[in-house]
């Protein structure tokens, strides 16, 4: 290994549990081995799009590719339309998929099948493999309101740095010198973002090991957490938080809650804390930046910073350098920098709307909305002016059973300025998140433009 590259696996021994699968740990020696299989299967030339939920697949399509010097793409998801757009993105890209998976518009190629634990055939690897430190790992994809991708490449050092402070840190929170013996439970896939950073990478690197489920529903988490050994680090976001409690399970007790994708209240962060007999620890970043900060919600707004980054600027001109972020990066985030490396977050700088000249943002909208006793999931929606009438009105989609809007609006005028009271309240199922519990701007307006399109037809008729 030259001073230019950096190992693959780090943080644990190579006899240490690398992944759980159905309560069994897979070695990282395990894995090695399992990655020559893979990378032996591989196409001369990517990058590859790994489409799969199986993490521990995920994770051997992620260095399989980095042996064979290609990248990852790390789309927000995997539908058709997502997927044609990456082949007129990356011609040479090709999809790395489950046996039997339904065809896609890209070139597609199967995982071979994969060893059982403890059979491990062959010398076990004396040391883990090495990757160039300037290696482009991953590009990374997000789309806006438009639905245009925007693509961010991911360097190996800088994730390896990023990932050495994130490791650092939640350690701190659960009062160890490492994250060595700790388990992770992971609810957001491991193509998204955070969960390639909080699941995989922190595993890979930082000396965890990741469940390679993927437990989406209430009773699937419970499951899988009671088959694991402690120290457990429930890996989620504010959605599935909020899911998770409102199923009114008993819930095995964790050591940590990590949460990211969405600002969380401080009584749903302590609701969590009660539940769950663990601290709770929100991380803040962005696609462009990686993680920046974190902090333990219940005792204050402040976020603190990872170890070498600093914050100069305020408000919707906060910029942030250091560390894994070599260049000064803007955060599309209006913030309150209260030192160096400490800051408040007032919303983002896209979200702030004006309704009849009363400023506010819609995250915090949408927090008094999902704080009403009997709101399952709510979000607001601002019309451009055009669509209705001169002056746009709020609309609110809610998920709430049996809470009319009458109650509803009487709750919100306990909570916010009359002006933003919506003027419309859409009573739905179910809203249209994605894996992370997010809701797309793109989504939103789709949602949005059927129901104001339905409102309109029947003024008519």
């Known amino acids: 290994m030259s001073r230019h590259d950096l190992p693959l696996l780090g943080g644990d021994t190579l006899d240490a549990p690398l992944a759980w699968r159905r309560g069994r740990p897979i070695s990282r020696a395990h894995y090695l081995q399992d990655l020559r299989r893979v990378a032996a299967a591989l196409p001369a030339a990517g990058p590859v799009l790994a489409m799969t939920g199986d993490r521990y697949r995920f994770a051997l399509a992620l260095g399989a590719a980095l042996l064979r010097g290609q990248s990852n793409l790390l789309p927000p998801n995997h539908t058709p339309d997502t997927v044609a757009r990456l082949r007129d993105l990356f011609p040479g890209a090709y999809a790395l998929v489950e046996s039997g998976a339904p065809a896609v518009a890209l070139p597609q190629h199967t995982f071979p099948e994969l060893l059982e634990p403890g059979d491990v055939p062959g010398a076990v690897p004396a040391s883990t ?36 402070a994130e490791a650092e840190r939640i350690a701190e ?3 160890r010198p490492d994250l060595r013996g700790v388990t992770l439970v992971g609810t957001v ?19 965890a090991a990741f469940t390679a489920e ?39 007790p964790v050591d940590l809650c990590v949460c990211a994708t969405a600002p969380l209240s401080p009584q749903m962060a302590a609701r969590a804390e009660a539940a769950l007999g663990a601290p709770l620890m929100e991380i803040y970043g962005c696609t462009e930046a990686g993680q920046v900060a974190t902090r333990r919600t219940t005792e204050g707004p402040e976020w603190r910073t990872y170890r070498g980054l600093t914050l100069r600027g305020d408000a919707e001109r906060a910029v942030v350098q250091g560390g894994h972020v070599p260049q ?16 408040r977050l007032l919303g983002r700088s896209n979200d702030l709307i004006n309704v009849a000249g009363k400023r506010s943002s819609l995250s915090h909208l949408n927090y008094h909305l999902n704080s ?22 709020l609309v609110a989609f809610v998920v709430a059973p049996g809470v009319t809007r ?56």
């Open 214 to 252: 993927r437990p989406f529903f209430p009773a699937d988490i419970v499951q899988v957490l009671q088959q694991l050994p402690g120290p457990r680090v429930l890996v989620t976001t504010p959605f599935h938080l909020k899911t998770l409690l409102d199923a009114g399970l008993d819930l095995p």
């Open 372 to 393: 009403i006793p009997g709101v399952l999931d709510g979000a607001f929606w601002l019309p451009p002016a055009a669509q209705v009438e001169d002056v746009a009105r």
């Open 173 to 175: 929170h659960l009062g």
């Open 129 to 164: 493999p090495a990757i160039a430190a300037d290696a482009e790992v991953a590009h990374v994809l997000t789309s806006g309101s438009t639905g245009a991708p925007s693509v961010h490449p991911k360097r190996w050092d800088l994730l390896v740095e990023n990932i050495s």
């Open 189 to 207: 896939p491991p193509h998204h973002m955070y969960g390639f950073e909080s699941t995989v990478l922190i595993a890979m690197l930082g000396g």
């Open 406 to 461: 009458e109650r509803l609006l009487a709750e919100l005028r306990q909570r916010v300025d009359p002006v933003l009271l919506p003027r419309r309240i859409v009573h739905l199922d179910a809203l249209p998140r994605d894996p992370t519990g997010k809701l797309p701007a793109s989504r939103l307006a789709a949602l949005a433009d059927k129901w104001l399109a339905r409102d309109t037809a029947a003024e008519r008729a």
């Open 328 to 343: 000064p990066t803007p955060l599309a985030d209006v913030l309150e920098v209260v030192s160096p490396t400490r800051f």
